[in-house]
Protein backbone atom coordinates (compact mmCIF):
# COMPACT_ATOMS: atom_id res chain seq x y z
CA UNK A 1 0.00 0.00 0.00
CA UNK A 2 2.74 2.40 1.04
CA UNK A 3 4.16 1.75 -2.58
CA UNK A 4 0.76 2.87 -4.62
CA UNK A 5 1.06 5.82 -1.75
CA UNK A 6 3.98 6.79 -3.73
CA UNK A 7 3.50 6.27 -6.86
CA UNK A 8 0.25 8.54 -6.69
CA UNK A 9 2.86 11.20 -4.95
CA UNK A 10 4.68 10.97 -8.07
CA UNK A 11 2.38 11.61 -10.23
CA UNK A 12 1.33 14.54 -8.66
CA UNK A 13 5.17 15.78 -8.71
CA UNK A 14 5.02 14.81 -12.54
CA UNK A 15 7.82 11.71 -11.76
CA UNK A 16 6.34 8.90 -12.98
CA UNK A 17 4.11 7.67 -15.99
CA UNK A 18 0.82 6.34 -15.29
CA UNK A 19 1.58 3.01 -17.24
CA UNK A 20 3.55 1.90 -13.94
CA UNK A 21 -0.16 1.48 -12.21
CA UNK A 22 -1.25 -1.91 -12.35
CA UNK A 23 -4.87 -2.66 -13.73
CA UNK A 24 -6.19 -3.27 -11.27
CA UNK A 25 -10.29 -3.22 -10.40
CA UNK A 26 -9.15 -3.38 -6.72
CA UNK A 27 -7.07 -0.10 -6.89
CA UNK A 28 -9.66 1.49 -8.62
CA UNK A 29 -12.29 0.71 -6.17
CA UNK A 30 -9.86 1.75 -3.34
CA UNK A 31 -8.89 5.31 -5.46
CA UNK A 32 -12.56 5.93 -6.40
CA UNK A 33 -13.58 5.40 -2.58
CA UNK A 34 -10.65 7.20 -0.97
CA UNK A 35 -11.51 10.65 -3.10
CA UNK A 36 -15.39 10.48 -2.59
CA UNK A 37 -14.79 9.97 1.07
CA UNK A 38 -12.14 12.60 1.44
CA UNK A 39 -14.10 14.48 -0.70
CA UNK A 40 -17.34 14.53 1.00
CA UNK A 41 -15.73 14.49 4.77
CA UNK A 42 -13.42 17.64 3.94
CA UNK A 43 -16.42 19.62 2.29
CA UNK A 44 -18.71 19.05 4.73
CA UNK A 45 -16.31 19.11 8.12
CA UNK A 46 -14.73 22.83 6.38
CA UNK A 47 -18.40 24.53 6.17
CA UNK A 48 -17.72 24.63 2.18
CA UNK A 49 -21.47 22.29 1.90
CA UNK A 50 -23.53 21.01 4.95
CA UNK A 51 -25.01 18.28 4.71
CA UNK A 52 -23.01 14.99 4.34
CA UNK A 53 -25.27 13.08 1.91
CA UNK A 54 -25.85 15.29 -0.61
CA UNK A 55 -22.01 15.83 -0.79
CA UNK A 56 -21.60 12.43 -1.10
CA UNK A 57 -23.94 12.03 -3.66
CA UNK A 58 -22.14 14.93 -5.32
CA UNK A 59 -18.89 13.21 -5.62
CA UNK A 60 -20.33 10.18 -6.51
CA UNK A 61 -21.94 11.96 -9.50
CA UNK A 62 -18.56 13.85 -10.29
CA UNK A 63 -16.46 10.07 -10.42
CA UNK A 64 -19.23 8.80 -12.74
CA UNK A 65 -19.20 11.35 -14.58
CA UNK A 66 -15.51 11.68 -15.09
CA UNK A 67 -15.26 8.40 -15.59
CA UNK A 68 -17.37 7.64 -18.28
CA UNK A 69 -16.11 10.88 -19.89
CA UNK A 70 -12.58 9.46 -20.04
CA UNK A 71 -13.69 5.89 -21.21
CA UNK A 72 -15.73 7.44 -24.03
CA UNK A 73 -12.17 9.86 -24.88
CA UNK A 74 -10.05 6.91 -25.07
CA UNK A 75 -12.75 4.54 -26.56
CA UNK A 76 -13.03 6.68 -29.27
CA UNK A 77 -8.94 7.43 -29.78
CA UNK A 78 -8.42 3.14 -29.37
CA UNK A 79 -6.84 2.75 -25.90
CA UNK A 80 -10.05 1.50 -24.20
CA UNK A 81 -7.55 -0.59 -21.92
CA UNK A 82 -6.10 2.17 -20.58
CA UNK A 83 -8.92 3.36 -18.98
CA UNK A 84 -8.25 1.41 -15.48
CA UNK A 85 -4.58 2.90 -15.05
CA UNK A 86 -5.51 6.27 -15.93
CA UNK A 87 -9.09 6.59 -14.18
CA UNK A 88 -7.27 4.81 -10.94
CA UNK A 89 -4.71 7.68 -11.49
CA UNK A 90 -6.81 10.45 -11.35
CA UNK A 91 -8.50 9.41 -8.59
CA UNK A 92 -5.58 8.93 -6.45
CA UNK A 93 -3.51 12.06 -7.04
CA UNK A 94 -6.72 14.22 -6.65
CA UNK A 95 -6.94 12.01 -3.42
CA UNK A 96 -3.96 13.37 -2.45
CA UNK A 97 -4.24 16.96 -3.67
CA UNK A 98 -7.84 17.39 -1.88
CA UNK A 99 -6.03 15.73 1.92
CA UNK A 100 -3.32 18.61 1.01
CA UNK A 101 -6.11 21.46 0.42
CA UNK A 102 -8.10 20.72 3.45
CA UNK A 103 -6.96 22.56 6.26
CA UNK A 104 -7.50 25.57 3.97
CA UNK A 105 -11.02 24.68 2.91
CA UNK A 106 -12.43 26.36 6.36
CA UNK A 107 -10.33 29.87 6.13
CA UNK A 108 -11.24 29.99 2.25
CA UNK A 109 -15.22 29.68 3.41
CA UNK A 110 -14.90 32.60 5.81
CA UNK A 111 -12.88 34.43 2.79
CA UNK A 112 -15.98 33.91 0.53
CA UNK A 113 -18.50 35.02 3.04
CA UNK A 114 -16.52 37.94 4.50
CA UNK A 115 -15.68 38.81 1.05
CA UNK A 116 -19.82 38.44 0.30
CA UNK A 117 -20.30 40.71 3.53
CA UNK A 118 -17.79 43.13 2.11
CA UNK A 119 -19.45 43.89 -1.24
CA UNK A 120 -23.64 43.39 0.56
CA UNK A 121 -22.26 46.19 2.92
CA UNK A 122 -23.11 45.05 6.50
CA UNK A 123 -22.23 46.93 9.15
CA UNK A 124 -21.56 44.18 11.71
CA UNK A 125 -18.43 43.47 10.09
CA UNK A 126 -15.80 44.39 11.91
CA UNK A 127 -13.01 46.39 9.92
CA UNK A 128 -9.75 45.30 9.17
CA UNK A 129 -6.68 46.38 8.76
CA UNK A 130 -4.75 45.86 5.54
CA UNK A 131 -2.50 43.34 7.17
CA UNK A 132 -5.21 41.16 8.23
CA UNK A 133 -7.12 41.39 5.18
CA UNK A 134 -3.98 40.21 3.20
CA UNK A 135 -3.25 37.35 5.86
CA UNK A 136 -6.50 36.25 6.21
CA UNK A 137 -8.02 36.78 2.71
CA UNK A 138 -5.64 35.96 0.03
CA UNK A 139 -3.39 33.35 1.56
CA UNK A 140 -6.34 30.42 1.28
CA UNK A 141 -7.14 31.70 -1.74
CA UNK A 142 -4.37 31.62 -3.09
CA UNK A 143 -3.45 27.71 -2.00
CA UNK A 144 -7.11 26.58 -3.22
CA UNK A 145 -6.52 28.13 -6.19
CA UNK A 146 -3.39 26.72 -6.72
CA UNK A 147 -3.50 23.65 -5.90
CA UNK A 148 -7.24 23.61 -8.06
CA UNK A 149 -4.87 24.51 -10.62
CA UNK A 150 -2.51 21.40 -9.74
CA UNK A 151 -4.94 18.99 -10.12
CA UNK A 152 -5.85 19.98 -13.60
CA UNK A 153 -2.36 20.04 -14.20
CA UNK A 154 -2.32 16.75 -13.14
CA UNK A 155 -5.05 15.62 -14.77
CA UNK A 156 -3.75 17.04 -18.29
CA UNK A 157 -0.93 15.45 -17.58
CA UNK A 158 -2.74 11.71 -17.10
CA UNK A 159 -5.08 12.31 -19.97
CA UNK A 160 -1.99 13.15 -22.40
CA UNK A 161 -0.20 10.12 -21.42
CA UNK A 162 -3.39 7.72 -22.09
CA UNK A 163 -4.13 9.21 -25.09
CA UNK A 164 -0.20 9.16 -26.12
CA UNK A 165 -0.56 13.13 -26.90
CA UNK A 166 2.86 14.48 -27.76
CA UNK A 167 4.40 16.77 -25.37
CA UNK A 168 3.79 20.21 -27.52
CA UNK A 169 3.09 23.20 -25.27
CA UNK A 170 -0.49 23.70 -27.40
CA UNK A 171 -1.59 20.28 -26.80
CA UNK A 172 -1.26 20.83 -22.77
CA UNK A 173 -2.70 24.12 -22.68
CA UNK A 174 -5.91 22.75 -24.68
CA UNK A 175 -5.84 19.71 -22.41
CA UNK A 176 -5.66 22.24 -19.78
CA UNK A 177 -8.35 25.02 -20.76
CA UNK A 178 -10.37 22.07 -21.82
CA UNK A 179 -10.19 20.04 -18.46
CA UNK A 180 -10.76 23.60 -16.53
CA UNK A 181 -14.30 23.94 -17.55
CA UNK A 182 -14.89 20.37 -18.21
CA UNK A 183 -14.67 20.54 -14.23
CA UNK A 184 -16.13 23.93 -13.69
CA UNK A 185 -18.80 22.95 -15.72
CA UNK A 186 -19.30 19.22 -13.69
CA UNK A 187 -19.34 21.05 -10.83
CA UNK A 188 -22.03 23.90 -11.19
CA UNK A 189 -24.37 20.92 -12.26
CA UNK A 190 -23.47 18.80 -9.47
CA UNK A 191 -23.95 21.67 -7.26
CA UNK A 192 -27.39 23.06 -8.63
CA UNK A 193 -28.85 18.86 -7.51
CA UNK A 194 -26.91 18.51 -4.38
CA UNK A 195 -26.05 21.43 -2.59
CA UNK A 196 -27.64 23.17 0.16
Known amino acids: MINYLRLFIDLCLFRRPVSLLPKSDGLLLA ?3 S ?10 TSGALTAFFP ?5 IGWILV ?3 SLYLVLRIKGFSERWNQAISAIFG ?3 ITNIIVWPFLAD ?6 AIQAIMNDNSDLRTFTETEVTEIYFFPMLVIASINFW ?3 IQTSILRQALELHSQVRIKVTLFVFLFFFNLMIASILNSFFAY
Not at 108 to 113: C, L, Y
Open 31 to 33: TAL
Open 35 to 44: YVLIVAISMT
Open 55 to 59: TLIGA
Open 66 to 68: VGA
Open 93 to 95: ALS
Open 108 to 113: GIETVQ
Open 151 to 153: QIA
